[in-house]
Each structure stands twice: as structure tokens, then as C-alpha cells.
């Protein structure tokens, strides 16, 4: 079994794509649930999301070699 998520701006759409769904064969179930993108993260999270945009990040992978990638790691 698969599932397809969708993520929908404009709430008006959701009766629209449920009932368009559920005319596909083989849909068992369609449900809908509210995500705020902002819950999903915790402080940390959203904290380092925010340092790798600003391109402040704790150093680069040299990915060369198994060895160096190892060493590059360690220096984090």
C-alpha cells in the first residue's frame, strides 16, 4: 500500500480533491489533516535550518576518500 500527500494552500480545494479521489479506483481511504510546517521542527531543528540558509554551518566534508570523509567528521 502507497500514499500520496498533498500539501494545499488554498482550503477551498479540499472538498474538490476528496470527492476527485475518492472516484479513483482502488482509493481505500482520503484524509485530511492540518500541518503547520513550523510544528513539525523542533527549536533545534528550526535553529540549524536557519544557520545552513544563512550558510553559517559547523564546516565542510571532504568526501575524497572514506578516510578523509571520516577525519573531516571528527573535526565537526
Do not use: C, F, W
Amino acid at each position: 500500500m502507497k500514499q500520496i500527500i498533498l500539501t494545499v494552500e488554498d482550503n477551498s480545494l479540499i472538498p474538490k480533491l476528496k470527492a476527485a479521489v475518492k472516484l479513483l479506483h482502488g482509493v481505500i481511504n482520503v484524509k485530511v489533516v492540518n500541518v503547520d510546517s513550523k510544528e513539525k521542527a523542533n527549536k533545534e531543528t528550526l535553529e540549524a535550518i536557519n544557520e545552513l540558509r544563512r550558510g553559517d554551518y559547523a564546516g565542510k566534508l571532504d568526501n575524497s576518500s572514506k578516510e578523509e570523509l571520516l577525519k573531516s567528521l571528527m573535526m565537526l
